[in-house]
């Protein structure tokens, strides 16, 4: 792959400034509004060089469909009420006004409120699932293109004559 440099250089902003402790408290949320759709177009530059590996252009479409939303509604990727109150209790979502953050990148808004509402986080696995988060549209794209990818480089390396070739 070509330009792998690109993934860390989009990763390490949205590391510093949504994971690590001490920065996510800190950071004013205008800075945050800018640095996450910067971190989406690095990431959208390196899919776009490296398009022509397998699974690459779906992962390219879920990261343009992410930007999208994320650049349209105030630099955070939105997620309604509705959803949030499947991921939050209703005392800790009655805290939480709308426009402000909701978890670590997104953003609470009324799906009236919402830009490009169909690409904010708004799906969620089973209620059976232990694993409760809301993903997006692109976020599935995203998840497909990487899976397509990994995959093929796999099948690649188990089969010698493939090995360098484009399949």
Do not use: C
């Not at 910067?38 to 530059?45: D, E, I, K, P, T």
């Amino acid at each position: 792959m070509k330009h792998l440099w690109l993934v860390f250089a989009a990763f390490l902003p949205q590391f510093v400034a949504f994971y690590l402790p001490g920065t996510r408290q800190t950071l004013p949320d205008h800075w945050l509004a800018y640095l996450l759709p910067f971190s989406q177009v690095l990431f959208l530059a390196f899919a776009w060089l490296n398009r022509r590996q397998p699974g690459m252009m779906i992962l390219l479409i879920g990261t343009a469909l992410n930007f999208t939303v994320i650049a349209a509604n105030r630099g955070f990727m939105p997620i309604s009420p509705q959803t949030a109150s499947h991921l939050v209790s209703q005392t800790i979502l009655d805290d939480i006004q709308p426009g402000d953050r909701f978890g670590t990148k997104d953003i609470l808004l009324p799906t009236e409120h919402t830009r490009f509402e169909w690409l904010a986080d708004r799906f969620l696995p089973p209620a059976w699932s232990a694993y409760q988060v809301a993903f997006s549209l692109g976020d599935v794209f995203i998840a497909i293109g990487v899976f397509w990818l990994l995959a093929r480089q796999r099948n690649r390396q188990e089969i010698p004559y493939l090995r360098g070739k484009t399949i």
